[in-house]
């Protein structure tokens, strides 16, 4: 697939050929910081053009300290161009501080064999116009990655309506909202882009230490269904797993965070 | 817990002042090549006297060529000596090549909450003593690894016993042989220690391309409960998912890996 309109995701992660970058504030959370998967991409994509390979199969970023709009540099260093994986690493920095540690391999997935067996199903979603967006048009003030990012609901997640769960699962579908096909490139970004859902949880904001991404497989233009969980919240932590499914119910991305409760 | 015997495990694992290491055959996995936690175990010790916290939190590496008994050295990088989180990157080279890039975050779980909500239950074993050990006393010729760590399984696993049951799903105990207790620093070892779980499905040999692991907290001696799954075979690739309870039913590690068929 090629990216040919100017999508605000291209025109917000893709430095400069010198690996300069002004992150936008079109990606914020709440407390006015860049989102963590926005930051990630950007890192990503200072690293890609070093890399002899087009897509991210694994992806690992720390997080050092908050990132927020203006300007950042990313330097990139080549670990291993390997023929059918390369790897390499990447720091993403802010006033001369590293804000994320990044290391990925790259590979080409049009090169990987084609079978599949699988032992989980993709979630079970109700087709994309019968659901809702509940964070859509203003509802996160501030929070203005909302803004870019469409997500579909079959019913409205408690947090958002005053009354958590207690379950911290969730599932929904996504996409983004000025149309940009999600790509290998942007699934990365993508898993880190909804709300926690340790949020069912009640008031308990939390912030990403560490993110790891696989992508496995190159997503089918259209919505994703996403599917996260929470299984542990202990010593002041949590992991959050996410796994992306293309509408043809194929897995194209998975990931896991720890994440701090704040 | 303070370790005071020689065990193995420090033996074989902890470099010298300098980085440099003698990588032991103690370790081998199929096809005379160190096992995979055994190295990065040994990458993360090299890593650890630099960072001013004692307990591996979130450790992700990358392999990029086998490693293999004799010389190796390790270099260190402080990344963020942070007051709760310090984060360090190390390389493990042979003959100048890089085989593990490893980023690790430290903490001291003993200065976490102790409060703790959990979603998931401890695998559910019979006693040790009620099982069995399949892989004992040289069932695995060259494996030397199987030497080093019991593991203890209420019925032999399929694979082992030439009928592999088709689900890549395992529930086992496991421990150190030689009555080493475990610790933080040991369990990022021993997410990996164990055969791939997709020997289920038949003759799958796998290499471990990336793995994350999270510790989530000091294990109590004795025993430790694992459980094992992959869900997605697809691409050539798949993920492993390992999670370590100590002997009171507690969460101490999770870990993910990306493995790619051989």
Not at 68 to 87: D, H, L, Y
Request: aromatic fraction near 8%; charged fraction near 20%.
């Amino acid at each position: 697939m090629t990216i040919t309109a100017p999508y605000l995701f291209d025109t917000d992660t893709t430095p400069a050929a010198d690996g300069t970058i002004e992150l936008s504030d079109r990606w914020n959370i709440a407390g006015g910081t860049c989102n963590g998967g926005y930051l990630l991409a950007a890192t990503l994509q200072g690293l890609r053009p070093h890399l002899p390979a087009p897509d991210p199969l694994a992806v690992s970023a720390y997080y050092l300290r908050p990132g927020v709009a203006g300007p950042a540099e990313i330097s990139a260093e080549v670990i291993k161009a390997g023929r059918r994986v390369a790897t390499g690493a990447a720091r993403l920095r802010q006033g001369g501080n590293d804000v994320v540690a990044l290391t990925a391999s790259f590979t080409d997935l049009d090169a990987v064999p084609q079978d599949a067996a699988t032992f989980a199903d993709p979630p079970e979603l109700p087709d994309p116009a019968e659901c809702v967006n509940p964070i859509a048009g203003g509802a996160l003030p501030g929070v203005s990655i909302a803004e870019r990012i469409d997500v579909a609901y079959a019913q409205p997640p408690g947090w958002i309506t005053g009354r958590p769960s207690g379950t911290p699962y969730a599932q929904f579908w996504m996409r983004f909202a000025d149309g940009r096909p999600a790509d290998t490139v942007s699934l990365p970004m993508l898993v880190d882009a909804a709300a926690p859902v340790v949020f069912e949880l009640g008031d308990m904001p939390s912030s990403t230490m560490q993110l790891t991404v696989h992508v496995r497989a190159r997503p089918e233009p259209g919505w994703l269904a996403c599917r996260v969980r929470t299984r542990y919240v202990t010593g002041g932590m949590h992991e959050e797993d996410f796994e992306i499914f293309d509408g043809t119910g194929k897995l194209v991305a998975q990931s896991r965070q720890l994440a701090m409760l704040l």
